[in-house]
């Protein structure tokens, strides 16, 4: 799970990348929430300040990775792309 409040904001300060890409990072999740698109990515409470994100590892025998990836996967794309919120 995912807290964006507190996640994010020890992100901000000193932690991996820079505040700026964790605000593209931080929206671009928030999008996919929100999108329905993803069964499993939900939001965890009413205020949709917390969200779970589905994670299974590749090692498992029952991992599909058009299935399991798929939301890593179009991070990957997006960025690749140069899309917004990368």
Do not use: C
Not at 21 to 39: E, F
Not at 56 to 67: S, W
Request: proline share 1%; aromatic share 10%; glycine share 10%.
């Amino acid at each position: 799970m995912m807290n964006l409040d507190t996640d994010y904001a020890a992100m901000g300060s000193g932690g991996s990348g820079s505040s700026s890409g964790n605000g593209k990072l931080r929206q671009w999740l928030i999008d996919q929430v929100d999108s329905g698109i993803y069964s499993s990515l939900v939001w965890e409470n009413d205020e949709k300040s917390i969200f779970r994100i589905p994670w299974k590892h590749a090692g498992k025998q029952d991992y599909n990775r058009d299935e399991d990836a798929a939301l890593f996967k179009v991070r990957q794309e997006t960025r690749r792309r140069g899309e917004a919120h990368t």
